[in-house]
Protein backbone atom coordinates (compact mmCIF):
# COMPACT_ATOMS: atom_id res chain seq x y z
CA UNK A 1 0.00 0.00 0.00
CA UNK A 2 1.06 3.41 -1.16
CA UNK A 3 0.81 6.40 1.18
CA UNK A 4 -2.16 7.24 -1.13
CA UNK A 5 -4.18 4.20 -0.36
CA UNK A 6 -3.29 4.59 3.21
CA UNK A 7 -4.92 7.59 3.55
CA UNK A 8 -7.73 6.83 1.31
CA UNK A 9 -8.78 3.72 3.35
CA UNK A 10 -7.93 5.83 6.70
CA UNK A 11 -10.83 8.71 5.35
CA UNK A 12 -13.10 6.03 4.67
CA UNK A 13 -13.18 4.10 7.52
CA UNK A 14 -13.16 7.46 9.16
CA UNK A 15 -16.00 8.75 7.75
CA UNK A 16 -18.20 5.83 7.90
CA UNK A 17 -16.98 5.72 11.57
CA UNK A 18 -18.70 8.83 12.13
CA UNK A 19 -21.95 8.78 10.53
CA UNK A 20 -24.64 8.05 13.50
CA UNK A 21 -25.62 5.01 13.21
CA UNK A 22 -26.74 2.20 15.93
CA UNK A 23 -22.94 1.25 17.44
CA UNK A 24 -22.84 5.26 17.52
CA UNK A 25 -26.09 5.25 19.61
CA UNK A 26 -24.73 2.72 21.85
CA UNK A 27 -21.44 4.42 22.48
CA UNK A 28 -23.33 7.37 23.59
CA UNK A 29 -26.24 6.24 25.54
CA UNK A 30 -23.41 4.01 27.65
CA UNK A 31 -21.38 6.62 28.08
CA UNK A 32 -23.51 9.42 29.16
CA UNK A 33 -25.70 6.95 31.28
CA UNK A 34 -22.89 4.86 32.76
CA UNK A 35 -19.99 7.27 32.32
CA UNK A 36 -17.17 7.06 30.28
CA UNK A 37 -15.61 3.78 31.07
CA UNK A 38 -18.45 2.09 29.91
CA UNK A 39 -18.58 4.09 26.81
CA UNK A 40 -14.97 2.93 26.18
CA UNK A 41 -15.87 -0.66 26.91
CA UNK A 42 -18.66 -0.29 24.23
CA UNK A 43 -15.93 1.25 21.79
CA UNK A 44 -13.68 -1.24 22.52
CA UNK A 45 -16.29 -4.39 21.74
CA UNK A 46 -16.90 -2.40 18.41
CA UNK A 47 -13.51 -1.98 17.28
CA UNK A 48 -12.39 -5.84 18.44
CA UNK A 49 -15.92 -7.02 15.77
CA UNK A 50 -14.84 -4.86 12.95
CA UNK A 51 -11.13 -6.47 13.38
CA UNK A 52 -12.49 -9.88 13.35
CA UNK A 53 -14.81 -8.95 10.31
CA UNK A 54 -11.71 -7.46 8.24
CA UNK A 55 -9.81 -10.60 9.04
CA UNK A 56 -12.31 -12.84 7.91
CA UNK A 57 -12.22 -10.88 4.90
CA UNK A 58 -8.81 -9.87 3.93
CA UNK A 59 -7.96 -13.89 4.75
CA UNK A 60 -10.90 -15.17 2.11
CA UNK A 61 -10.24 -12.87 -0.17
CA UNK A 62 -6.71 -13.77 -0.07
CA UNK A 63 -7.17 -17.62 -0.14
CA UNK A 64 -9.53 -16.87 -3.43
CA UNK A 65 -6.91 -14.88 -5.31
CA UNK A 66 -4.42 -18.15 -4.85
CA UNK A 67 -7.34 -20.62 -5.84
CA UNK A 68 -9.23 -18.85 -8.66
CA UNK A 69 -6.64 -17.05 -10.34
CA UNK A 70 -8.26 -14.95 -13.30
CA UNK A 71 -11.61 -15.94 -12.33
CA UNK A 72 -10.91 -13.39 -8.98
CA UNK A 73 -11.69 -10.64 -11.70
CA UNK A 74 -15.38 -11.43 -11.40
CA UNK A 75 -14.87 -11.09 -8.03
CA UNK A 76 -13.21 -7.88 -8.31
CA UNK A 77 -15.86 -6.77 -10.43
CA UNK A 78 -18.47 -7.23 -8.05
CA UNK A 79 -16.90 -5.61 -5.37
CA UNK A 80 -16.53 -2.91 -7.29
CA UNK A 81 -20.49 -3.09 -8.33
CA UNK A 82 -21.43 -3.58 -4.37
CA UNK A 83 -19.20 -0.17 -3.31
CA UNK A 84 -21.17 1.54 -5.77
CA UNK A 85 -24.48 0.29 -4.39
CA UNK A 86 -23.01 1.04 -0.98
CA UNK A 87 -22.33 4.11 -2.16
CA UNK A 88 -25.50 5.48 -3.63
CA UNK A 89 -27.88 4.18 -0.58
CA UNK A 90 -25.68 5.77 2.29
CA UNK A 91 -26.22 8.95 0.04
CA UNK A 92 -30.07 8.43 -0.31
CA UNK A 93 -30.36 8.09 3.40
CA UNK A 94 -28.72 11.23 4.30
CA UNK A 95 -31.74 12.80 5.67
CA UNK A 96 -32.43 9.72 7.72
CA UNK A 97 -31.77 9.99 11.81
CA UNK A 98 -31.29 7.34 14.64
CA UNK A 99 -33.59 7.74 17.78
CA UNK A 100 -31.47 7.41 21.30
CA UNK A 101 -32.78 6.31 24.21
CA UNK A 102 -31.53 7.16 27.18
CA UNK A 103 -32.24 3.28 29.63
CA UNK A 104 -29.58 3.74 33.10
CA UNK A 105 -27.69 0.61 33.54
CA UNK A 106 -25.62 -0.90 36.57
CA UNK A 107 -24.72 -3.17 34.38
CA UNK A 108 -20.45 -4.31 34.53
CA UNK A 109 -17.66 -3.05 32.18
CA UNK A 110 -17.71 -7.01 30.44
CA UNK A 111 -21.51 -6.49 29.78
CA UNK A 112 -20.83 -2.80 27.79
CA UNK A 113 -17.83 -4.50 26.01
CA UNK A 114 -19.92 -7.48 25.00
CA UNK A 115 -22.73 -5.46 23.95
CA UNK A 116 -20.56 -3.57 21.71
CA UNK A 117 -18.53 -6.26 20.62
CA UNK A 118 -22.43 -8.14 19.60
CA UNK A 119 -23.83 -5.48 17.95
CA UNK A 120 -20.89 -5.04 15.39
CA UNK A 121 -20.82 -9.43 14.90
CA UNK A 122 -24.68 -8.68 14.40
CA UNK A 123 -24.06 -6.48 11.53
CA UNK A 124 -22.85 -9.47 9.20
CA UNK A 125 -23.15 -6.94 5.59
CA UNK A 126 -20.12 -5.63 7.65
CA UNK A 127 -17.94 -8.72 6.49
CA UNK A 128 -19.00 -7.87 2.92
CA UNK A 129 -18.09 -4.50 3.24
CA UNK A 130 -14.64 -5.18 3.73
CA UNK A 131 -14.18 -7.91 1.44
CA UNK A 132 -15.53 -5.14 -1.24
CA UNK A 133 -13.30 -2.67 0.14
CA UNK A 134 -10.04 -4.37 0.24
CA UNK A 135 -9.01 -5.16 -2.99
CA UNK A 136 -9.34 -1.32 -4.02
CA UNK A 137 -6.23 -0.93 -1.49
CA UNK A 138 -4.67 -4.39 -1.21
CA UNK A 139 -2.70 -6.94 -3.83
CA UNK A 140 -4.01 -9.48 -1.73
CA UNK A 141 -1.83 -12.39 -4.03
CA UNK A 142 1.52 -10.67 -2.20
CA UNK A 143 0.16 -9.72 0.83
CA UNK A 144 2.55 -10.18 3.85
CA UNK A 145 1.46 -10.42 7.48
CA UNK A 146 3.06 -6.72 8.17
CA UNK A 147 0.50 -5.56 5.47
CA UNK A 148 -2.23 -7.35 7.33
CA UNK A 149 -1.17 -5.60 10.59
CA UNK A 150 -1.13 -1.85 9.26
CA UNK A 151 -4.51 -2.59 7.81
CA UNK A 152 -5.79 -3.72 11.17
CA UNK A 153 -4.09 -1.10 13.03
CA UNK A 154 -5.79 1.56 10.86
CA UNK A 155 -8.90 0.21 11.70
CA UNK A 156 -8.15 0.61 15.28
CA UNK A 157 -7.20 4.38 14.79
CA UNK A 158 -9.82 5.15 12.95
CA UNK A 159 -12.70 3.38 14.45
CA UNK A 160 -11.60 3.23 17.89
CA UNK A 161 -10.73 6.94 17.37
CA UNK A 162 -14.05 7.98 16.37
CA UNK A 163 -16.04 5.57 18.69
CA UNK A 164 -13.97 7.05 21.62
CA UNK A 165 -14.17 10.50 20.59
CA UNK A 166 -17.69 10.32 20.74
CA UNK A 167 -18.24 8.22 24.66
CA UNK A 168 -15.44 11.63 25.61
CA UNK A 169 -18.11 14.21 24.39
CA UNK A 170 -20.99 11.70 24.89
CA UNK A 171 -23.59 14.67 25.34
CA UNK A 172 -22.84 16.81 22.98
CA UNK A 173 -22.30 13.48 20.62
CA UNK A 174 -26.05 12.78 21.43
CA UNK A 175 -27.15 15.89 19.76
CA UNK A 176 -25.20 15.66 16.63
CA UNK A 177 -26.39 11.88 16.10
CA UNK A 178 -30.22 12.77 16.68
CA UNK A 179 -29.73 15.31 13.71
CA UNK A 180 -27.25 17.69 12.33
CA UNK A 181 -26.21 18.71 8.59
CA UNK A 182 -22.60 17.43 9.79
CA UNK A 183 -23.85 14.05 9.75
CA UNK A 184 -25.28 14.62 6.57
CA UNK A 185 -22.43 16.13 4.77
CA UNK A 186 -20.13 12.95 6.10
CA UNK A 187 -23.02 10.63 4.57
CA UNK A 188 -22.61 12.47 1.33
CA UNK A 189 -18.88 12.55 1.73
CA UNK A 190 -18.26 8.83 2.82
CA UNK A 191 -20.90 7.27 -0.59
CA UNK A 192 -18.76 9.27 -2.71
CA UNK A 193 -15.80 8.27 -1.84
CA UNK A 194 -17.48 4.35 -1.99
CA UNK A 195 -18.54 5.40 -5.15
CA UNK A 196 -15.39 6.45 -6.38
CA UNK A 197 -13.70 3.31 -4.93
CA UNK A 198 -15.85 0.80 -6.51
CA UNK A 199 -15.91 2.77 -9.89
CA UNK A 200 -11.64 2.57 -9.41
CA UNK A 201 -11.56 -1.27 -8.92
CA UNK A 202 -13.72 -2.05 -11.68
CA UNK A 203 -11.29 0.20 -13.63
CA UNK A 204 -7.94 -1.54 -11.78
CA UNK A 205 -9.68 -4.72 -12.96
Known sequence: MNTLDNLA??????????IPSTSVALVVTRSATSGLLHGTA???????????????????LTALSELMGTLFLLIRYTAGVYL??????????????IKLKRSPSTSGLLTSFLTGL?????DVKAIFFYASLFPTFL???TLGYAEIAWVLGVIIVAVGGVKLTYAVLAKKAAT???R???A??????????MIGSGTYLILKS
Not at 44 to 52: A, E, F, K
Not at 118 to 122: E, R
Not at 184 to 193: D, E, F, I, T
Open 84 to 97: IWFGINLIRSRNQT
Open 42 to 60: VSIGIVLGDLIFALLAILG
Open 9 to 18: LFMILLTLAA
Open 176 to 178: IAR
Open 184 to 193: KQAKVASGSL
Open 139 to 141: ELS
Open 118 to 122: LVTLG
Open 180 to 182: CSI
